[in-house]
């Protein structure tokens, strides 16, 4: 049985700093991509970084000089390191692991998601 479990997410204040980690077990978490999607209320999901099996890196551009995706495969473990918080970062962050139907073994799988609030 496959799980993805986010946690981290918390209420911090503008300016401050989260790690959110992503746990995978069930599966060969260094086969695997792993992603951050995160979605505000009222608006769609949206990618925000991935880091693939290759340890290629893309962050979105709007976050690029704030946050750090990482992974740890030893842990089968992904981060994702945010600083400078801002209020728009609000937003319930998912981990989703990710293998193409061309590869075997092949998933996609999403976590609960966990809950960023950047509030004074």
């Known amino acids: 049985q496959v799980q993805v479990v986010e946690s981290g997410g918390d209420l911090v204040q503008p300016g401050g700093s989260l790690r959110l980690s992503c746990a995978a077990s069930?599966?060969?978490?260094?086969?695997?991509?792993a992603r951050w999607y995160r979605q505000a209320p009222g608006k769609q999901r949206e990618l925000v970084a991935v880091?693939?099996?290759?340890?290629?890196?893309n962050v979105e551009d709007s976050v690029k000089d704030r946050f750090t995706i990482s992974r740890d495969n030893a842990k089968n473990t992904g981060y994702l390191q945010m600083n400078n918080l801002k209020p728009e970062d609000t937003a319930v962050y998912y981990c989703?692991?990710?293998?193409?139907?061309?590869?075997?073994?092949?998933?996609?799988?999403w976590g609960q998601g966990t809950q960023v609030t950047v509030s004074s």
């Open positions: 989703n692991v990710f293998r193409p139907r061309t590869q075997r073994p092949s998933g996609d799988y």
């Open positions: 880091i693939t099996e290759n340890n290629n890196i």
């Open positions: 069930g599966i060969i978490f260094k086969l695997y991509d």
